[in-house]
């Protein structure tokens, strides 16, 4: 039982630092070169682009939550709303022709476009969320029922 607790924790951890790194690491960068250039300089696709380490962290989260049977509807759901809204957002920038240049980016289509990309981004928040709760969980042994 010590073992699979350990590799939950550890599990949970590590899904958590992959869920909040996209959205952290931009933020944390454009401060930086705030300080450097003088600039404010934020890369907001970057979550997009490093969905790689959001899917890691959500599956690890995932697991973790099902072997404690907590969160598991909080980060499952948050998690297929966030590639829905990445998958919806990127079809639509093809088809309104956004992603090819052949739409200039402005009105309606890139309205559409960023509202689909901001429920990403609050997607993966929710999982990362779930996933400072699930620690918060695993953490306070009272809080899984273990405490006698």
């Known amino acids: 039982m010590k073992n699979k607790t350990t590799l939950t924790k550890t599990l949970a951890v590590i899904g958590t630092v992959l869920i909040w790194l ?4 931009p933020i944390v960068m454009a401060f930086i070169a705030l300080a ?3 600039q404010f300089l934020l890369d907001f696709l970057m979550p997009a682009e490093l969905f790689l380490l ?3 962290g959500g599956i690890l989260l995932l697991v973790a939550a099902f072997w404690v049977h907590k969160r598991q ?3 499952g759901w948050s998690m297929a709303a966030a ?7 990127q079809g639509l920038a093809e088809v309104t ?3 090819s240049g052949a739409t200039p980016a402005e009105g309606l289509p890139l309205v559409a476009v960023m509202t689909l990309f901001a429920g990403y981004i609050a997607s993966v928040i929710a999982v990362g969320v779930g996933g400072i709760l699930l620690l918060r969980d695993l953490f306070n042994p009272a809080r899984l029922g273990l405490a006698s």
């Open 73 to 75: 509807k909080l980060i």
């Open 54 to 56: 959001v899917a890691a």
């Open 83 to 89: 590639v829905a809204l990445l998958v919806g957002s």
């Open 97 to 99: 022709g956004l992603a």
């Open 36 to 38: 450097v250039r003088h």
């Open 22 to 25: 996209p959205i952290v690491a």
